[in-house]
């Protein structure tokens, strides 16, 4: 039997603090005490992010995004009222609405956004 491991997420960027600021807002995440790059869920639960330094800008499309499950159990125009609302809370905090994709009869629908500098993350 595999043993389970824990799961950290690594975002590369340039103002680590700033990024990891902004993703403990979007999450309820906290910022251990005296570490400004790191943001780790107070429950437990979720996974411990990283935010690390790295020279280079980001030049193409994310392979590995994020979702922000704000609409789990959510079908129709009441799960899309919920992402609008979560995209509007995040818009003030620097975050960039991309697009919309609409429930389709297999999906539900999802918002697309950027982060402070530019990853893609999902409303889902």
């Not at 996974?47 to 994020?66: A, D, I, M, S, T």
């Not at 899309?80 to 975050?95: C, H, I, K």
């Amino acid at each position: 039997m595999a043993t389970v491991r824990t799961l950290q997420v690594t975002f590369d960027c340039a103002e680590p603090e700033r990024v990891a600021r902004f993703w403990c807002e979007v999450l309820g995440y906290v910022m251990p005490e005296g570490v400004t790059s790191v943001a780790v869920d107070p429950t437990g639960e979720g996974p411990r992010l990283y935010f690390q330094r790295v020279p280079e800008g980001k030049v193409v499309k994310n392979r590995v995004h994020l979702d922000v499950r704000v609409g789990t159990g959510l079908v129709g125009d009441e799960r899309l009222a919920a992402l609008r609302a979560e995209q509007e809370r995040l818009e003030p905090l620097g975050a960039v609405y991309l697009y919309t994709q609409y429930a389709d009869g297999e999906e539900e629908s999802c918002i697309t956004m950027q982060d402070v500098e530019g990853n893609e993350f999902c409303l889902d």
